[in-house]
């Protein structure tokens, strides 16, 4: 039976149906697939008619990009309100690692529309979980500056840089690309193969953090 439940009260506010709808529709996306998903699937698991859903969404595709949209609101603003500012740089980031982790795990639906099906559907879906994707990158570049302003300790026999700083800024922002790109594919393998969100995070901190170098001397970085 459907996780969604039925509701046909007439008196039910818009917004209220129309949140039911797109829990349907999320879970309908996902586990049918964009093109094979149906409105009258949608409808029947919302409890509501399918003309109803038209008259609320317009399309299938409108419905879809809502759906694209609230699932990414709801990831980036779990992810941020894990983190407090007053933390050290990478305290923040441990925290926020572990909120995306235990977000994707607990919205095993909401996180196949974003990272399977709205990337594997061209535009404009790939664009709104790209919009997504940037403003995590964002904050993550802002997070590895605020660490390098600290002075994170290099690597024995690491040499300086010498290099400008706008090179170095681009330099964090990459680092913060090749991060979140590392969290998406980790969240798949993590949530099939049963890890934790604890144990994704300290894995990507291990591998991030502390680095290769590190891992390969026996280095591994600890939550305080």
């Not at 997504?132 to 302003?149: K, N, S, Y």
């Not at 706008?166 to 193969?193: I, K, M, P, T, Y």
Request: proline share 4%; hydrophobic share 45%; charged share 25%.
């Amino acid at each position: 039976m459907s996780a969604v439940k039925s509701a046909r009260s007439k008196r039910m506010p818009r917004a209220v149906r129309e949140q039911q709808m797109m829990d349907a529709a999320v879970q309908t996306f996902a586990q049918r697939g964009y093109r094979a998903a149906s409105m009258d699937e949608i409808a029947e698991l919302a409890g509501v008619s399918k003309p109803l859903v038209y008259l609320y969404l317009n399309s299938k595709e409108e419905l879809f990009t809502a759906c694209i949209r609230r699932e990414a609101q709801r990831l980036t603003e779990a992810v941020q309100a894990a983190i407090e500012p007053r933390l050290p740089a990478d305290e923040q980031m441990w925290a926020g690692l572990e909120a995306f982790f235990r977000h994707t795990r607990e919205n095993p639906d909401g996180w196949s529309v974003l990272h399977r099906q709205a990337r594997t559907h061209g535009e404009p879906f790939a664009a709104e979980v790209s919009k997504m994707r940037q403003e995590i990158a964002d904050f993550v570049t802002v997070l590895i500056g605020a660490a390098a302003r600290q002075g994170v300790p290099p690597a024995p026999g690491a040499a300086g840089s010498h290099r400008g700083d706008e090179l170095a800024h681009r330099d964090v922002e990459g680092l913060a690309q090749a991060l979140v790109g590392a969290a998406e594919s980790l969240a798949g393998w993590a949530n099939d193969a049963g890890i934790s969100a604890k144990e994704a995070a300290g894995l990507l901190m291990n591998f991030a953090w502390t680095g290769l170098g590190g891992l390969m001397r026996g280095e591994r970085w600890s939550h305080r």
